[in-house]
Structures are given as structure tokens and as C-alpha cells.
């Protein structure tokens, strides 16, 4: 059977013939082969290179970042449509433990998606999973700006989610790394560099960026360009341009003002869509960065080390029993569904 499934895939291969989502070559093993991208694997198995992300999430283990090593064996799931959020009996409108979030962060938080977002169900489940769970509440302020200074400085919340966390170790001063603990990751997203079509930019290696002007939004993070590998900001290896929305970056790129914006990966698809610019701008395949959204708690709240490993424990358990992976890519379906 192996045998034969590596023969289809090669036969496809040489007919330059890609399988549709409706008869995708998944839930099997696949051994990655020198040259194998995220990209080219979706292409191959979903017929749409655009759900690499399935593949990602399902072997971030196995995966160098998200570079595909020869020779290791990825699990290849199918898409397997939407079904309902798990249940959560220990979130309460009274409960021992309150966390804080917002709307408008799709597809991580918002009221209105399936299951509140990808980040509130993982967190869900995680608590669910924790050792010596307890009670627990999600409260909605959808004015992003008050929820590390005051209200979780001030203690009116345990903890909040989702969070960057800075380059804490190159900048201690920073007023998040200062005044708040970080769990572990929650989950990463892919930071892409989103380019014009046919315009030339590739990205294999640092030095490609260099002397490169990259477009992201006034107000985002700039840590992952200026790390101590890079010092590109501090060093002026780049031109960084911050317009006032995503929109702008992407614009940019199209009328080519910027070589590439550098944002998110579903910050960026969910633009190119918005703003139909569909195969005008694409994204390239080795992302810039990958950077964790995390649950945050007050250096000064008398439970902070008993809620960190309440929630670390609870991460843990939640990858070990299989699913993160089945929360992540009944979202990513969602996701993608939504942006055809």
C-alpha cells in the first residue's frame, strides 16, 4: 500500500496533476523529500497550497520551525468539516479563576466566531485538562487598550489571553516583560512576508531582506526584526514602513511603494481578500518568524505561579491528548472556508 500511495504522488508529480479537496490524499504518513516545502505538500494532498497550515499545525513538533527536513514523516490530515466546540462544564459566571479578552482579533478571539476563536477554545480545553482544575470565567472588553494597564495590572481580571510576548531578555524595561509573567505559548502563528506577484523577492536566507523596505502597521510589534541574529532596525539593514492599517501595507506592495509587508499569516490572507488582491499579492514560503500568543498574569497577584502552572499543565495535556490538533484544524477549516 505504501508503495503504491508513493507511486500515485510521484505519478502526480510528473502530470503536474494536483488532487482537489474533494478526493485530498490525507489521513496517511508522508516522508518528506528533499526540496518539499509546506506549500508544495498542501499543493499536493489538498490541491489548494493555501492550507499548508494544516500540515503545519499537525507536525509542529517534526518541523524545523517551519522548515520541512527530508526525511521525517508527517501526518497528513483531512479536512473534516466543522463540528461543534468541546464541551467546558467548569466555565462559570461565578468561578475561582477570571480571565479577560476581546473581540475583533479574528481568527484567535471574537464573541461571534465558533467557539469564541481558535485561542478561547485551546484555552477551554487547556483548563478543562489542568490539573486540579478549577471553576473559571471569560469576560468581553472590547477596547483592547485597558486590558494590560489598568485592568490587569490592577488585578480586576487573574489573567488575559492572547498576548506577544516581547524579546523579554533584550528588553527587560519593556512594560509587558516588567509587570507580567507569560505562560507557555497558547499556539504560534507564522509571521509571512506578503509580496507583489512575480516581482522577483525571494526569501531563503536573512541576507535576502537586507536593503529591502518591509511595510508593517504603526502600533505592531518590531522585536522579530531587530532580534540579535538580525539588527536590521538598529542596524538600519532595512527600511521599515508603518502606515496606520494593514490595508495601507498591502497597497503598498501592490503599487509597488514596499518590496513586501510583513505581518501575520492570517492577518495577511484575511487582507488579500479584503482588499481583492488575490493573486496580486502572495505570500512567500519560508515565514520571517513565528511568534507566540500567551496568557498573561500580573507579577503582583498574590495566585500568579499556581495560575501559570494551572495553565502550562493544562497546554501540555491538551497536545498530549491529541487535541490542540483537532481544535486547530476544525478552525483553520473555518478559516479558510470563509476567505473562498
Not at 496568557?295 to 491529541?322: E, P
Request: hydrophobic share 40%; charged share 25%.
Amino acid at each position: 500500500m505504501k508503495r503504491l500511495f508513493s507511486r500515485l504522488l510521484r505519478l502526480a508529480a510528473l502530470l503536474t496533476l494536483a488532487p482537489s479537496a474533494a478526493w485530498a490524499i490525507c489521513d496517511v504518513d508522508y516522508v518528506a523529500q528533499p526540496g518539499d516545502t509546506l506549500f508544495s505538500i498542501a499543493e499536493t494532498h489538498y490541491g489548494d497550497r493555501n492550507r499548508w497550515t494544516m500540515v503545519y499545525y499537525r507536525n509542529q513538533k517534526l518541523l524545523a520551525g517551519a522548515t520541512v527536513l527530508p526525511g521525517r514523516k508527517l501526518f497528513i490530515p483531512c479536512l473534516t468539516g466543522a463540528t461543534a466546540p468541546d464541551a467546558t462544564p467548569l466555565r462559570q459566571e461565578k468561578a475561582e479563576l477570571t480571565l479577560l479578552t476581546g473581540s475583533g482579533y479574528g481568527p484567535f478571539t471574537d464573541r461571534g466566531l465558533p467557539g469564541q476563536g481558535m485561542v478561547t477554545e485551546l484555552i477551554n480545553a487547556a483548563l478543562e485538562l489542568a490539573p486540579a482544575p478549577v471553576s473559571y470565567s471569560v469576560s468581553w472588553e472590547d477596547d483592547w487598550s485597558k486590558h494590560l494597564f489598568p485592568m490587569l495590572d490592577k488585578k480586576e481580571f487573574d489573567m488575559g489571553f492572547p498576548w506577544l510576548k516581547p524579546d523579554c531578555a533584550a528588553e527587560p524595561d519593556n512594560e509587558r516583560c516588567a509587570n507580567f509573567h507569560f505562560s507557555e505559548p497558547v499556539m504560534t502563528m507564522p509571521i509571512m512576508l506578503f509580496v507583489r506577484a512575480g516581482g522577483g523577492i525571494d526569501y531563503t536566507e536573512d541576507a535576502d531582506v537586507e536593503g529591502k523596505t518591509l511595510c508593517r502597521p504603526a502600533g505592531y510589534f518590531t522585536h522579530d526584526l531587530n532580534r540579535a541574529d538580525r539588527r536590521w532596525l538598529d542596524e538600519e539593514k532595512i527600511t521599515l514602513v508603518q502606515p496606520a492599517a494593514p490595508a495601507d501595507c498591502f497597497r503598498m506592495v501592490a503599487e509597488g511603494q514596499v518590496d513586501a509587508a510583513a505581518v501575520n499569516l492570517f492577518l495577511g490572507a484575511n487582507t488579500i481578500v479584503t482588499e481583492n488582491l488575490r493573486d496580486t499579492v502572495v505570500p512567500l514560503e519560508k515565514p520571517l518568524s513565528e511568534e507566540g500568543l500567551h496568557v498573561v498574569i500580573s507579577k503582583r497577584h498574590w495566585r500568579g505561579t499556581t495560575h501559570l502552572y494551572r495553565i502550562n499543565a493544562g497546554l501540555q495535556n491538551l497536545r498530549d491528548s491529541g487535541r490542540f490538533e483537532e481544535i486547530m484544524s476544525r478552525h483553520l477549516e473555518l478559516f479558510w472556508a470563509q476567505l473562498q
